[in-house]
Nanobody
Framework: VQLQASGGGLVQAGGSRRLSCIAS????????LAWFRQAPGKGREFAAA????????YYSDSVKGRFTISRDNAKNTVYLQMNSLDSEDTATYYC???????????????WGKGTQVTVSS
């Protein structure tokens, strides 16, 4: 399973940005798609997640009310709409997929390479 994240870039404080992550591969079922982020000098932290089957969403307190996670099942794509951005949102954003590999009958986590979001004040 490969995850390709895109949409990062430079944005002014108070602005918006939408990230996308496409999952590709053969014979897998996605359980959950999520976004994590890692700011310079800090550890990776959870931002948002969505369950593929139920569309239930989960957010960290730091992004709740500003970020919205959504998915397009037909495209195996997850989005992260980020609004009211501030300098503390500057980070590399990573896409994560919790996936069942049908050939092996096992569930694993996969990670994308990350996309950089820089918020200028």
């Amino acid at each position: 399973v490969q995850l390709q994240a895109s949409g990062g870039g430079l944005v002014q404080a108070g602005g918006s940005r939408r990230l996308s992550c496409i999952a590709s591969g053969r014979s897998f079922n996605i359980y959950t798609l999520a976004w994590f982020r890692q700011a310079p000098g800090k550890g990776r932290e959870f931002a948002a997640a969505i369950r593929y089957g139920t569309s239930a969403t989960y957010y960290s307190d730091s992004v709740k009310g500003r970020f919205t996670i959504s998915r397009d099942n037909a495209k195996n794509t997850v989005y992260l709409q980020m609004n009211s951005l501030d300098s503390e949102d500057t980070a590399t954003y990573y896409c994560n997929a919790n996936v069942r590999l049908n050939r092996y009958g096992i569930v694993m986590d996969f990670w994308g390479k990350g996309t950089q979001v820089t918020v200028s004040s």
